[in-house]
């Protein structure tokens, strides 16, 4: 399978070639680029010129973006009116936070990618009909806009009531959007459980988010060398192996002080699941 690395390890730092270079060197083909303005600003065209001269003459691929899920440089800690939310039932604002997701769909002129990871609501939002219908509103709008340029739009399983697998399939099926989903295996983890996120969601994955956690905090923690880790990992590379080619290995770490050096770590993680 595919090996990815989500740029999500290095987010609170700003992403330079010189990184780029060190994952290339570490053994690993393709990113998911993670978009953060302290990290990529998608807005900014010297640091997106800079990424697009070293990918062309690079043979590693940016394989995904992660769409913004705030405005600012500190993880919306500036206040509520830097979240990026495609539920906002207020046109108005709503509006502005698309516009947002479509210039961050434009960094695909600067450096090609196939896949635009998407949340529905942030982590813990409660199901709301009014939200659900901004959600389609959006992404009907978003699709669009991404098919156009080469781009599909794939919707993540996150901690919240619109984005469990039952509840984005029902909005896949409802509103007969044509998306793909990410299937984020530590969220499922935190939620309906692997094995059941991964029955409904399979036939529509097209990406992956692996991290590990204790099954109560979203830590995104480092497969096996995590001591609080309980994704069982020989039953989900099993599950993930019964779809072959469908998608590749993507590891959305999160940043760990104890571990200044952590791509050793990514490629041993790597390696460990290949051998489940």
Not at 142 to 161: D, H, K, T, Y
Request: glycine share 4%.
């Amino acid at each position: 399978m595919e090996h990815v690395l989500s740029t999500h390890l290095f987010s609170n730092h700003r992403l330079t070639t010189a990184l780029l270079n060190r994952i290339w060197d570490a053994g690993i083909p393709a990113v998911e680029v993670f978009c953060a303005r302290q990290h990529v600003d998608h807005t900014n065209r010297a640091q997106l010129t800079e990424l697009r001269a070293w990918f062309r003459d690079s043979e590693m691929k940016l394989f995904s973006l992660h769409a913004p899920i705030y405005t600012d440089d500190v993880w919306g800690r500036s206040g509520p009116h830097s979240i990026v939310t495609i539920t906002e039932p207020v046109k108005a604002k709503r509006v502005q936070m698309v516009d947002e997701i479509r210039r961050a769909i434009e960094v695909v002129e600067f450096v090609p990618f196939r896949y635009l990871i998407q949340h529905v609501g942030v982590p813990l939002e409660e199901f709301d009909e009014r939200r659900l219908e901004a959600a389609f509103c959006s992404l009907e709008e978003l699709s669009v806009f991404a098919r156009q340029r080469g781009v599909e739009i794939l919707l993540e399983n996150i901690p919240n009531s619109f984005s469990s697998a039952e509840r984005l399939t029902y909005l896949l099926e409802t509103t007969h959007l044509n998306l793909g989903l990410c299937f984020d295996v530590g969220h499922a983890h935190l939620m309906e459980g692997i094995e059941t996120a991964f029955t409904i969601m399979q036939h529509r994955i097209r990406s992956t988010h692996l991290h590990d956690n204790d099954g109560e905090t979203d830590s995104h923690s480092f497969p096996w060398l995590a001591p609080a880790g309980t994704v069982p990992w020989p039953r989900t590379m099993e599950l993930l192996r019964s779809r072959p080619g469908q998608y590749p290995l993507l590891l959305e770490l999160r940043e760990d002080p104890q571990r200044p050096q952590p791509l050793g770590a990514v490629k041993e993680i790597f390696e460990r699941l290949e051998s489940c």
